[in-house]
């Protein structure tokens, strides 16, 4: 079914490369207008999906400084005129190194929580006026299939989009009279091209994760590409407050 997000404006978070990246083609393929955000340059992306027809917009924003997130919204209702969709992907994690609890500082678990956890608060936070204005939004939010199975060593990334889960509950319920949909997504290890650079797996490495998956093959960012739309679309305009695992029947609750 081409074109389930025809004309909506969606704003992804983190998309300069990786998941965000994806995410952002996959939806321009569909018809949606996007804006690429990240801290870094975002413009090669952007460029690449105008180049392919559709519309981008890219914008360097810190979704960790409430001044940037509400920059970043007022400037796509700028160019576009409103928000359909948020998706908050901006983490950190492909660079973040695996490590023991007695490893992890106090000042790299709160550097963490204030990207992963406090950014996807203030985006939501900055997009929601527009949203209510309209009577209408999309809000997906980027957890991860770790936290349901209790994996070690990245303790401080857990945590995180641990919360991401319950703050995703927690706002569908609030705004659901608002007529804002509150979903997210929960990945397993994806081989995107950060972490196909990873040297330092404590577990024995890709290999491992297919042992205690269902499917037996590697993630690739593509396998995201259909919750990811199905969000976004209308197609889930009845569904808020849930979490979608994908990541080939390895976790499952």
């Known amino acids: 079914m081409p ?7 969606c704003i992804v978070t983190g998309a300069a490369q990786g998941l965000g990246a994806t995410y952002a083609k996959a939806l321009a393929a569909e018809g949606a207008k996007v804006v690429v955000s990240d801290i870094d340059d975002a413009s090669a992306v952007a460029a690449e999906i105008n180049a392919s027809g559709a519309q981008a ?6 979704v960790s400084d409430w001044d940037s997130c509400q920059d970043m919204v007022a400037r796509t209702v700028a160019k576009f005129g409103r928000v359909d969709v948020l998706i908050n992907n901006a983490a950190i994690f492909g660079n973040l190194e695996r490590a023991s609890i007695d ?43 770790r936290i349901f199975a209790g ?14 889960f319950g703050m995703t509950r927690a706002m569908a319920k609030e705004l659901g009279d608002d007529g804002i ?6 990945p397993g290890s994806t081989m995107s091209e950060n972490v196909k650079a990873r040297t330092d797996w404590r577990d024995g490495g890709p290999a491992a994760k297919l042992a205690g998956r269902s499917l037996k093959r590697l993630q690739d960012p593509e396998d995201l590409i259909g919750a ?9 305009d009845f569904v808020t407050g849930q979490t979608l695992v994908i990541d080939g029947g390895g976790a499952m609750w």
Do not use: W
């Open 181 to 186: 949909r509150v979903n997210a997504i929960a």
């Open 103 to 145: 490893e992890i500082s106090p000042e790299l678990f709160e550097r963490v929580m204030k990207v992963n956890v406090t950014g996807t608060f203030l985006c939501t936070k900055a997009a929601i006026p527009v949203m209510r204005e309209q009577g209408y939004g999309k809000i997906v939010n980027i957890s991860t299939s």
């Open 57 to 62: 917009l890219a914008l360097q924003n810190d």
């Open 151 to 164: 994996l070690p060593f990245y303790v401080h990334y857990d945590a995180s989009k641990g919360a991401v």
């Open 228 to 236: 990811c739309v199905f969000f976004a679309s209308a197609e889930s």
């Open 3 to 9: 074109n389930r997000v025809e004309g909506r404006v």
